[in-house]
Structures are given as C-alpha cells and as structure tokens.
C-alpha cells in the first residue's frame, strides 16, 4: 500500500506544479484552491508512505515523479521543447527512481 500513496503523492504533486503554471496565466480562486489541494495531498500521501517505506527513497521517488511529471506536462500542454537532452535527463530521472524501487523493500 506504501508504494500506492507514494505513486498518489507523485501524481498530487503534478497537479500542484501544473497549477502554478495555470495561476501564472489566470489568476482565480478555482486555480488556487487546486494548488493548494494538489500540494496538500501530496503532502499527506507522502506522510502515509513514509510510514512504511525509508525516508531517502520515499523522499527521492517522489520528487523524480514530480519532476519528471512537470516536464512531460509542460512538453506536452505548454509547448515546452523536446530536445534530445532533456528527454535523456528525464530517462535518467525515471530510471533512477525505478531503480530505487527495485532495491527498496
């Protein structure tokens, strides 16, 4: 179940970095509200993770989905560029994390 609320902290915390993009661009109480819940949630699925699994890889993992999940998201919604280096740098990150979870119990 660990690893469930960690993958669900991860994703709360796209939604939370997607928001800032989206309060930047229209500021309403709609956008705020999301961000605050996307973060919270986040915040709350990890403390549910960490109860079972290491702090370092819950803490790692985490961040890799959120950072690999804002640059997917702001390849794909925003426009952001796709070059080559930083698909390679987010494969990194992917496979770093998947390789935490591979050694993690």
Aim: glycine share 12%; proline share 1%.
């Amino acid at each position: 179940m660990a690893w469930f609320y960690l993958i669900a902290a991860g994703v709360m915390e796209i939604v939370g970095v997607t928001m800032i993009t989206k309060l930047h661009q229209e500021r309403s109480w709609r956008n705020i509200i999301y961000l605050i819940g996307g973060f919270g949630t986040s915040f709350i699925f990890l403390a549910l993770a960490m109860e079972s699994l290491p702090m370092s890889t819950a803490y790692a993992i985490w961040t890799g989905i959120g950072a690999s999940g804002g640059v997917l998201i702001g390849m794909t919604v925003y426009g952001e560029s796709r070059n080559v280096k930083r698909i390679l740098f987010l494969s990194m990150i992917l496979g770093a994390a998947v390789g935490l979870k591979l050694i993690s119990k």
